[in-house]
């Protein structure tokens, strides 16, 4: 699969950004799906991961209640809606896709996704 990660930018504290994450080359609904970030001076972290079938989800604590993550399977696309951002969400983001987990289930660990986007830029100053 395919990944083209999107809709990053420059906003204000307290803005709101939605990134997409287009999907292609193989059934999206085969793939349990995450975001990650890589802020400058630290390693890359996870920020959230969604079931192939969009039940479950999880998220990282420094975004959780900020931000949801969903997909659309019929458009094969990803989403991550961030609202509250603060200066340390700045980064950039990129999505992961990991083939042919159980249908339920959520994957956190970035060296378990096989498949990565090309990161979009996150930049939260005022």
């Known amino acids: 699969v395919q990944l083209q990660a999107s809709g990053g930018g420059f906003v204000q504290p307290g803005g709101s950004l939605r990134l997409s994450c287009a999907a292609s080359?193989?059934?999206?609904?085969?793939?349990?799906m995450g975001w990650f970030r890589q802020i400058p001076g630290k390693e890359r972290e996870f920020v959230a991961a969604i079931s192939r079938d969009g039940s479950s989800t999880y998220y990282a604590d420094p975004v959780k209640g900020r931000s949801m993550i969903s997909r659309d399977n019929d458009k094969n696309t990803l989403f991550l809606q961030m609202d509250g951002l603060k200066p340390e969400d700045t980064g950039v983001y990129f999505c992961?896709?990991?083939?042919?987990?159980?249908?339920?289930?959520?994957?956190?660990?970035?060296?378990?996704?096989?498949?990565w986007g090309q990161g979009t830029q996150v930049t939260v100053s005022s």
């Open positions: 080359g193989d059934i999206f609904s085969l793939y349990a």
């Open positions: 992961a896709a990991v083939r042919r987990t159980p249908t339920t289930i959520v994957v956190v660990t970035a060296d378990w996704y096989a498949h």
